[in-house]
């Protein structure tokens, strides 16, 4: 307490009032949640590093803090779950700006060949050719390939987002008017494509029939012998009213 005097009178005292500390709410506790309540969800958190997820009560009413360590391979765990890679690569693709422009017409965002087939290749009846094609997309985008073939069988092999390998078996012969020939063509996700073009060469052609000369006299159930000298004696046979044929003829066939 203290007394203020003025003027020689006492004046009534005045107790004086100290500054009481404001005060501070108490930070909110956050109970842990239930098992059965806990939802996985994707984060963004860098690699190799400590990331809080939420403070939990403890005992007594101490609080602490849940960490959750992230590592490459927990990660790529965590996230396979929840993402689909390959959906979101090609939605990516789709609307990239550059993917725009080529929609439109420019080539240079188009898909190429790094390697391909050499334009002919030899070999012979029921033999194998391996072919392999590697292609580039310039965004680094996934690619599709597809393979064809003229004769023969052509089968796929292996195939990854860039390259394809395809075996193909030769016919024993080839036919009239046919050729051995083969497309490799590979596509992007705006259906963008380029195809190289190749042949192989050697397989022999298959025997067939022509028409050639007729006999003087038409006959059946005649005999037909080769000679040395590549000519074919026909002897015997009948007629068409059963009549016996007693002649030979000698044509070149």
Known sequence: MRAQVKRGLAKRAIPSREAEPEARPEPPVVSAPSPQAIRAAP?????????????????????????????????????????????????FCLRAPAREVSAAGDESMAPYFREAPESSSYVEGTGQLSFQV????????????????????????????????ARWTAPACLGPGETASFTATVSDVLDQSVTTRFSAVGIPDCPSWSPTCSLDELREGHTATLLTSGKVLVAGGELSNAENVSTAEVYTP
């Open 134 to 165: 590697t292609a580039e997309d310039p965004l680094g985008c996934g690619l599709r390939f597809s393979w064809s073939a003229s004769v023969g069988t052509l089968s796929l092999v292996q195939e990854t987002a860039t390259t394809s390998q």
């Open 43 to 91: 984060l963004a958190m860098p690699i190799a590093s400590a990331v809080p997820v939420a403070e939990v009560s403890g005992i007594g009413g101490s609080r602490g803090r849940a960490w959750l360590p992230a590592s490459v391979g927990g990660l790529l765990v965590f996230l396979s779950g929840c993402i689909d890679f390959d959906k979101e690569l090609g939605e």
